[in-house]
């Protein structure tokens, strides 16, 4: 398997996990996202991802942000046993893939400067 690829273990899957994550979570904010994290018990982050149709209707505009989130989340993010849920906010449909991955580099360098 490629290394480079996205693995289940870097993943939230379950909506357990999202639901631990929702239940008391550390949050940074950026105009088109919004970041809840909390530490987890694996040895490596994970990453979930709530796009929703209400903030993106397009299908083509969520399946973008997904692969620009998971490509800087799998490039970006090292070290922390954090889990992560990325949520849209409403300016990101008028940003372009240059200015959205500026912001999750600017969440990702948050999360990796929190004491966990």
């Given at each position: 398997m490629c290394q480079s690829s996205f693995s289940k273990r870097k993943r939230l899957i379950t909506p357990s996990q999202y639901s631990r994550v929702f239940g008391e979570p550390v949050k940074f904010y950026q105009p088109g996202f919004?970041?809840?994290?909390?530490?987890?018990?694996?040895?490596?982050?994970?990453?979930?991802?709530?796009?929703?149709?209400?903030?993106l209707r397009l299908a083509v505009d969520r399946n973008r942000i997904k692969r620009l989130a998971r490509e800087s989340f799998r490039t970006q993010l090292h070290g922390n046993s954090v889990d992560i849920v990325l949520l849209a906010r409403n300016p990101i449909i008028n940003m372009d893939n240059t200015q959205i991955l500026k912001q999750l580099n600017w969440l990702w360098r948050k999360i990796n400067q929190q004491e966990w």
């Open positions: 919004m970041v809840l994290c909390r530490k987890n018990t694996e040895n490596t982050p994970r990453l979930g991802l709530a796009i929703s149709k209400k903030k």
